[in-house]
Protein backbone atom coordinates (compact mmCIF):
# COMPACT_ATOMS: atom_id res chain seq x y z
CA UNK A 1 0.00 0.00 0.00
CA UNK A 2 1.56 3.51 -0.62
CA UNK A 3 -0.69 6.84 -0.57
CA UNK A 4 -0.34 9.99 -2.12
CA UNK A 5 -1.29 13.34 -0.50
CA UNK A 6 -4.00 15.83 -0.60
CA UNK A 7 -3.10 17.88 -3.74
CA UNK A 8 -2.83 14.35 -5.59
CA UNK A 9 -6.31 12.59 -4.79
CA UNK A 10 -8.43 13.22 -7.12
CA UNK A 11 -11.95 13.73 -5.37
CA UNK A 12 -10.34 12.09 -2.30
CA UNK A 13 -8.17 14.06 0.52
CA UNK A 14 -5.89 11.18 0.12
CA UNK A 15 -5.62 7.84 -2.39
CA UNK A 16 -3.63 5.04 -1.89
CA UNK A 17 -3.25 1.97 -3.96
CA UNK A 18 -3.47 -1.19 -3.37
CA UNK A 19 -2.55 -4.46 -5.86
CA UNK A 20 -2.06 -1.59 -8.38
CA UNK A 21 -5.28 -0.10 -7.89
CA UNK A 22 -6.76 3.34 -6.40
CA UNK A 23 -8.98 3.56 -3.79
CA UNK A 24 -9.89 6.30 -1.29
CA UNK A 25 -8.97 5.09 2.66
CA UNK A 26 -12.33 4.15 3.49
CA UNK A 27 -12.91 2.10 0.16
CA UNK A 28 -9.66 0.43 0.82
CA UNK A 29 -10.85 -0.36 4.50
CA UNK A 30 -14.21 -1.89 2.70
CA UNK A 31 -12.16 -4.10 0.41
CA UNK A 32 -9.77 -5.88 2.54
CA UNK A 33 -12.30 -6.22 4.74
CA UNK A 34 -14.53 -7.51 2.00
CA UNK A 35 -12.19 -9.95 1.10
CA UNK A 36 -11.70 -11.47 4.22
CA UNK A 37 -15.19 -11.74 5.88
CA UNK A 38 -17.45 -12.09 2.44
CA UNK A 39 -18.94 -14.99 1.87
CA UNK A 40 -20.78 -15.32 -1.51
CA UNK A 41 -23.59 -17.57 -2.40
CA UNK A 42 -24.07 -19.68 -5.43
CA UNK A 43 -27.24 -17.00 -6.41
CA UNK A 44 -25.35 -13.78 -6.31
CA UNK A 45 -25.02 -10.88 -9.05
CA UNK A 46 -22.55 -8.78 -9.08
CA UNK A 47 -22.58 -5.62 -11.21
CA UNK A 48 -19.14 -4.58 -11.68
CA UNK A 49 -18.40 -0.89 -13.02
CA UNK A 50 -15.69 1.64 -12.50
CA UNK A 51 -17.13 4.87 -11.30
CA UNK A 52 -19.25 6.86 -13.66
CA UNK A 53 -19.36 4.11 -16.32
CA UNK A 54 -22.93 4.03 -15.74
CA UNK A 55 -23.53 2.12 -12.54
CA UNK A 56 -26.86 3.95 -11.10
CA UNK A 57 -28.47 3.20 -14.29
CA UNK A 58 -27.10 -0.72 -14.39
CA UNK A 59 -28.54 -0.88 -10.27
CA UNK A 60 -32.16 0.47 -11.51
CA UNK A 61 -31.91 -2.24 -14.48
CA UNK A 62 -30.81 -5.40 -12.74
CA UNK A 63 -32.85 -4.34 -9.82
CA UNK A 64 -35.87 -4.19 -11.93
CA UNK A 65 -35.15 -7.17 -14.05
CA UNK A 66 -34.73 -9.94 -11.27
CA UNK A 67 -37.38 -8.38 -9.16
CA UNK A 68 -40.14 -7.81 -11.76
CA UNK A 69 -42.63 -10.69 -10.28
CA UNK A 70 -42.28 -9.08 -6.67
CA UNK A 71 -42.57 -5.59 -7.81
CA UNK A 72 -44.25 -5.65 -10.63
CA UNK A 73 -43.48 -2.10 -12.99
CA UNK A 74 -46.42 0.35 -12.02
CA UNK A 75 -47.28 3.09 -9.80
CA UNK A 76 -45.74 2.14 -6.62
CA UNK A 77 -42.42 0.45 -8.04
CA UNK A 78 -38.90 0.62 -5.42
CA UNK A 79 -37.66 2.72 -8.00
CA UNK A 80 -39.96 5.45 -7.69
CA UNK A 81 -39.24 6.24 -4.27
CA UNK A 82 -35.76 5.23 -3.68
CA UNK A 83 -32.55 5.99 -5.57
CA UNK A 84 -31.23 2.82 -6.97
CA UNK A 85 -27.68 3.28 -4.86
CA UNK A 86 -30.45 2.47 -1.85
CA UNK A 87 -31.93 -0.72 -3.63
CA UNK A 88 -28.61 -2.01 -4.70
CA UNK A 89 -25.89 -1.78 -2.19
CA UNK A 90 -21.77 -1.56 -2.92
CA UNK A 91 -20.36 -4.78 -1.58
CA UNK A 92 -17.13 -3.37 -0.17
CA UNK A 93 -18.65 0.31 0.92
CA UNK A 94 -20.98 -2.47 3.07
CA UNK A 95 -17.74 -3.20 4.95
CA UNK A 96 -16.06 0.42 5.11
CA UNK A 97 -15.60 1.42 9.27
CA UNK A 98 -15.02 -2.42 10.12
CA UNK A 99 -18.67 -2.90 10.02
CA UNK A 100 -19.83 -6.68 9.86
CA UNK A 101 -22.78 -5.96 7.59
CA UNK A 102 -26.42 -7.87 7.18
CA UNK A 103 -26.55 -8.77 4.02
CA UNK A 104 -29.79 -10.48 3.64
CA UNK A 105 -31.14 -7.71 1.76
CA UNK A 106 -34.52 -7.08 0.68
CA UNK A 107 -33.98 -8.36 -2.79
CA UNK A 108 -33.82 -12.21 -3.96
CA UNK A 109 -31.25 -13.01 -5.70
CA UNK A 110 -28.80 -10.67 -3.84
CA UNK A 111 -27.53 -7.70 -6.22
CA UNK A 112 -24.50 -6.24 -5.28
CA UNK A 113 -22.45 -3.83 -7.44
CA UNK A 114 -18.50 -3.23 -6.47
CA UNK A 115 -15.99 -1.81 -8.63
CA UNK A 116 -13.14 -4.77 -7.32
CA UNK A 117 -11.36 -5.79 -10.07
CA UNK A 118 -11.93 -9.15 -11.16
CA UNK A 119 -8.58 -10.59 -9.83
CA UNK A 120 -9.60 -8.67 -6.25
CA UNK A 121 -12.44 -10.22 -5.76
CA UNK A 122 -13.12 -11.88 -2.55
CA UNK A 123 -12.00 -15.66 -2.87
CA UNK A 124 -15.67 -16.69 -2.26
CA UNK A 125 -16.68 -15.07 -5.65
CA UNK A 126 -14.20 -16.71 -7.56
CA UNK A 127 -14.86 -20.00 -6.17
CA UNK A 128 -18.77 -19.68 -6.66
CA UNK A 129 -21.52 -19.99 -9.36
CA UNK A 130 -22.27 -16.15 -9.11
CA UNK A 131 -22.61 -14.27 -11.74
CA UNK A 132 -21.20 -10.61 -12.84
CA UNK A 133 -22.05 -8.12 -15.56
CA UNK A 134 -19.44 -5.60 -16.15
CA UNK A 135 -20.26 -2.30 -17.68
CA UNK A 136 -17.79 -0.30 -19.03
CA UNK A 137 -17.74 3.19 -20.77
CA UNK A 138 -15.73 5.41 -23.25
CA UNK A 139 -12.82 6.30 -21.07
CA UNK A 140 -13.51 10.55 -22.48
CA UNK A 141 -16.73 10.29 -21.69
CA UNK A 142 -16.16 8.14 -18.20
CA UNK A 143 -13.28 11.16 -17.04
CA UNK A 144 -15.47 13.78 -18.34
CA UNK A 145 -18.04 12.35 -16.32
CA UNK A 146 -15.84 11.66 -13.33
CA UNK A 147 -14.46 15.17 -13.55
CA UNK A 148 -18.05 16.65 -13.23
CA UNK A 149 -18.78 14.75 -9.92
CA UNK A 150 -15.62 15.31 -8.33
CA UNK A 151 -16.57 19.11 -8.74
CA UNK A 152 -20.41 18.37 -7.29
CA UNK A 153 -18.29 16.50 -4.29
CA UNK A 154 -16.46 19.77 -3.34
CA UNK A 155 -17.96 20.33 0.33
CA UNK A 156 -16.48 16.75 1.11
CA UNK A 157 -13.29 18.44 1.96
CA UNK A 158 -11.63 17.02 -1.77
CA UNK A 159 -8.82 18.06 -4.26
CA UNK A 160 -10.10 20.00 -6.79
CA UNK A 161 -8.21 19.96 -9.85
CA UNK A 162 -8.99 21.40 -13.42
CA UNK A 163 -9.94 19.25 -16.47
CA UNK A 164 -6.57 19.57 -17.66
CA UNK A 165 -4.80 18.37 -14.48
CA UNK A 166 -7.83 15.42 -13.94
CA UNK A 167 -7.12 14.71 -17.43
CA UNK A 168 -3.24 14.08 -16.65
CA UNK A 169 -3.87 12.29 -13.51
CA UNK A 170 -6.33 9.90 -15.71
CA UNK A 171 -4.24 9.13 -18.44
CA UNK A 172 -1.21 8.48 -15.97
CA UNK A 173 -3.31 5.50 -14.27
CA UNK A 174 -4.68 7.65 -11.31
CA UNK A 175 -8.65 7.36 -10.91
CA UNK A 176 -10.77 6.22 -8.35
CA UNK A 177 -10.65 2.30 -9.02
CA UNK A 178 -7.98 2.85 -11.98
CA UNK A 179 -6.67 2.48 -13.79
CA UNK A 180 -9.72 2.74 -15.56
CA UNK A 181 -7.65 0.63 -18.67
CA UNK A 182 -6.25 -2.14 -16.23
CA UNK A 183 -9.55 -2.31 -14.87
CA UNK A 184 -11.41 -2.92 -18.04
CA UNK A 185 -9.04 -5.25 -19.00
CA UNK A 186 -9.48 -7.42 -16.57
CA UNK A 187 -12.79 -8.11 -17.40
CA UNK A 188 -12.57 -7.84 -20.61
CA UNK A 189 -10.28 -11.12 -20.50
CA UNK A 190 -11.72 -12.69 -17.99
CA UNK A 191 -14.88 -12.95 -19.57
CA UNK A 192 -13.47 -14.75 -23.35
CA UNK A 193 -12.82 -17.27 -20.76
CA UNK A 194 -15.65 -17.35 -18.17
CA UNK A 195 -19.42 -17.49 -18.72
CA UNK A 196 -20.40 -16.33 -15.61
CA UNK A 197 -19.16 -12.71 -17.09
CA UNK A 198 -21.42 -10.55 -18.92
CA UNK A 199 -19.05 -7.59 -20.79
CA UNK A 200 -21.23 -4.57 -21.56
CA UNK A 201 -20.90 -1.13 -22.99
CA UNK A 202 -22.70 1.96 -21.80
CA UNK A 203 -22.61 3.26 -25.31
CA UNK A 204 -24.20 -0.10 -26.33
CA UNK A 205 -26.90 -0.19 -24.05
CA UNK A 206 -27.64 3.48 -25.43
CA UNK A 207 -28.18 2.54 -28.53
CA UNK A 208 -29.72 -0.39 -28.57
CA UNK A 209 -31.42 -0.82 -25.12
CA UNK A 210 -33.49 -3.40 -25.94
CA UNK A 211 -31.34 -6.35 -27.47
CA UNK A 212 -29.29 -5.67 -24.24
CA UNK A 213 -31.83 -5.73 -21.68
CA UNK A 214 -32.81 -8.97 -23.26
CA UNK A 215 -28.96 -10.21 -23.78
CA UNK A 216 -28.84 -9.06 -19.81
CA UNK A 217 -32.43 -10.73 -19.34
CA UNK A 218 -31.21 -14.09 -20.71
CA UNK A 219 -27.87 -14.58 -19.18
CA UNK A 220 -28.98 -13.89 -15.19
CA UNK A 221 -31.68 -16.15 -15.92
CA UNK A 222 -34.93 -14.22 -16.16
CA UNK A 223 -35.41 -14.19 -19.69
CA UNK A 224 -38.93 -12.16 -20.85
CA UNK A 225 -42.19 -14.83 -21.31
CA UNK A 226 -44.26 -14.81 -24.71
CA UNK A 227 -46.29 -12.77 -22.76
CA UNK A 228 -44.23 -10.66 -21.38
CA UNK A 229 -43.12 -9.44 -24.44
CA UNK A 230 -46.33 -9.13 -26.07
CA UNK A 231 -47.42 -6.72 -22.88
CA UNK A 232 -44.54 -4.72 -23.99
CA UNK A 233 -42.61 -5.59 -20.29
CA UNK A 234 -39.23 -5.04 -22.02
CA UNK A 235 -40.08 -1.27 -23.12
CA UNK A 236 -41.50 -0.85 -19.22
CA UNK A 237 -38.20 -1.55 -17.69
CA UNK A 238 -36.23 0.74 -20.08
CA UNK A 239 -39.06 3.56 -19.44
CA UNK A 240 -38.51 3.14 -15.83
CA UNK A 241 -35.07 2.89 -15.89
CA UNK A 242 -34.45 5.70 -18.32
CA UNK A 243 -32.26 8.78 -17.52
CA UNK A 244 -34.98 11.24 -18.01
CA UNK A 245 -37.83 9.23 -16.13
CA UNK A 246 -35.21 8.54 -12.83
CA UNK A 247 -33.18 12.44 -13.00
CA UNK A 248 -36.82 14.13 -12.63
CA UNK A 249 -38.31 11.95 -9.96
CA UNK A 250 -38.56 14.19 -6.39
CA UNK A 251 -36.41 11.62 -4.34
CA UNK A 252 -33.47 11.89 -7.04
CA UNK A 253 -33.99 15.63 -6.90
CA UNK A 254 -33.06 16.31 -3.16
CA UNK A 255 -30.48 16.84 -1.36
CA UNK A 256 -31.01 13.60 0.08
CA UNK A 257 -27.95 11.09 0.28
CA UNK A 258 -26.89 7.94 -1.33
CA UNK A 259 -23.03 6.42 0.52
CA UNK A 260 -22.82 10.26 1.36
CA UNK A 261 -23.30 11.87 -1.98
CA UNK A 262 -26.75 13.85 -3.02
CA UNK A 263 -28.66 11.51 -4.93
CA UNK A 264 -29.17 14.61 -7.59
CA UNK A 265 -25.57 13.68 -8.13
CA UNK A 266 -25.55 10.76 -9.72
CA UNK A 267 -27.10 12.25 -12.88
CA UNK A 268 -25.86 14.98 -14.94
CA UNK A 269 -26.40 14.28 -19.01
CA UNK A 270 -26.56 10.59 -19.29
CA UNK A 271 -25.40 10.95 -22.84
CA UNK A 272 -22.37 9.13 -25.18
CA UNK A 273 -19.98 11.79 -26.71
CA UNK A 274 -19.88 14.67 -24.09
CA UNK A 275 -16.82 14.45 -23.68
CA UNK A 276 -16.41 16.56 -27.62
CA UNK A 277 -17.78 19.25 -25.40
CA UNK A 278 -14.84 19.54 -22.81
CA UNK A 279 -11.43 17.66 -24.66
CA UNK A 280 -9.03 19.64 -26.82
CA UNK A 281 -8.43 17.92 -30.03
CA UNK A 282 -4.62 17.31 -28.26
CA UNK A 283 -6.24 15.62 -25.16
CA UNK A 284 -8.54 13.53 -27.57
CA UNK A 285 -5.20 12.22 -29.71
CA UNK A 286 -3.26 11.02 -26.17
CA UNK A 287 -6.26 9.44 -24.78
CA UNK A 288 -7.07 8.12 -28.17
CA UNK A 289 -3.49 6.29 -28.31
CA UNK A 290 -3.67 4.93 -24.79
CA UNK A 291 -7.01 3.47 -25.37
CA UNK A 292 -5.49 2.10 -28.74
CA UNK A 293 -2.20 0.66 -27.40
CA UNK A 294 -4.22 -1.28 -24.03
CA UNK A 295 -6.76 -2.70 -26.19
CA UNK A 296 -6.05 -2.96 -29.78
CA UNK A 297 -3.94 -6.08 -28.84
CA UNK A 298 -7.38 -7.91 -27.61
CA UNK A 299 -9.80 -6.54 -30.01
CA UNK A 300 -11.50 -4.18 -27.19
CA UNK A 301 -13.11 -0.84 -29.27
CA UNK A 302 -14.22 1.63 -26.47
P1 LIG B 1 -22.69 11.80 -17.19
O1 LIG B 1 -21.89 12.48 -16.13
O2 LIG B 1 -21.93 11.65 -18.46
O3 LIG B 1 -24.02 12.42 -17.41
P2 LIG B 1 -22.36 6.15 -12.29
O4 LIG B 1 -23.77 5.75 -12.15
O5 LIG B 1 -21.44 4.99 -12.53
O6 LIG B 1 -21.94 7.02 -11.17
O7 LIG B 1 -22.26 6.98 -13.63
C1 LIG B 1 -22.88 8.24 -13.72
C2 LIG B 1 -23.10 8.55 -15.17
O8 LIG B 1 -24.22 7.80 -15.65
C3 LIG B 1 -23.46 10.01 -15.36
O9 LIG B 1 -22.98 10.31 -16.68
C4 LIG B 1 -24.97 9.95 -15.28
O10 LIG B 1 -25.61 11.07 -15.83
C5 LIG B 1 -25.24 8.69 -16.08
N1 LIG B 1 -26.56 8.10 -15.77
C6 LIG B 1 -27.22 8.06 -14.59
N2 LIG B 1 -28.40 7.46 -14.73
C7 LIG B 1 -28.51 7.12 -16.02
C8 LIG B 1 -29.54 6.48 -16.79
N3 LIG B 1 -30.68 6.10 -16.23
N4 LIG B 1 -29.31 6.29 -18.10
C9 LIG B 1 -28.15 6.68 -18.68
N5 LIG B 1 -27.16 7.30 -18.01
C10 LIG B 1 -27.32 7.51 -16.69
Redesign the pocket.
Known amino acids: ICSLPKEKGWIFSHIYKYEGFWYSARHLQGVIACQKYFLAQESDIFLV?T???????LK?IMFTLVNRKRYPVKENHPLLNNNPHNLVPFLELEYMDNQQPDLSLSSSPRLFATHFPYFLMPNSVHDSACKIVYLCRNPK?NL??LW??AKKLKLQATAIHSLEEAFDMFCSGLSPCGPFWDHVLDYWNESKKNNRILFLKYEDMKEEPAVHLRRLAEFLGYPFSADEEETGMVGEILKL???DN??NLDINKTDKKAYGMENKS??????VG?WKNHLSTEMTRKIDKITEQKFSEVGLVL
Do not use: M, Q
Open positions: TPKSGTTWADVSHFCSFLSFFRRGED
